[in-house]
């Protein structure tokens, strides 16, 4: 689903216009995502929590070079899933949202 899709989906269920909750979404993000550069983590109810964390520094095989490479540590995004969306999931078939 892309972003447009997903504002006219809300515009549609909330009743309120699509500049609005474009507004919305786009302040949501930027919140979390200062959230996440400050080390913090946060919970969205029935969603999960989301976690900045840092991986460390790895040796992996690179077969191009045919040598072990050192890739440097970096900082990731980490999700949790909440166990209420995790029941929800559960026994849905393949079928597209709609």
């Known amino acids: 689903m892309k972003t447009s899709e997903l504002i006219k989906v809300l ?13 919305l979404l786009e302040h949501s993000t930027g919140v979390m995502t ?3 550069e400050e080390g913090l983590s946060f919970t969205l109810p029935k969603l999960g ?3 900045a964390g840092i991986q460390p520094e790895r040796v ?3 077969p191009g070079m045919k040598a072990k490479v050192i890739l440097p540590k970096k900082r990731s995004v980490r999700f949790h ?5 995790k029941e929800s999931l559960k026994g849905k078939s393949d ?3 709609s």
């Open 60 to 62: 992996r095989y690179h």
């Open 11 to 23: 515009s549609r269920r909330l009743s309120i216009p699509q500049t609005e909750v474009r507004n």
């Open 49 to 51: 929590t989301f976690s």
């Open 81 to 85: 899933p909440a166990s209420a969306l």
């Open 95 to 97: 079928a597209p949202f």
């Open 34 to 36: 200062r959230l996440l």
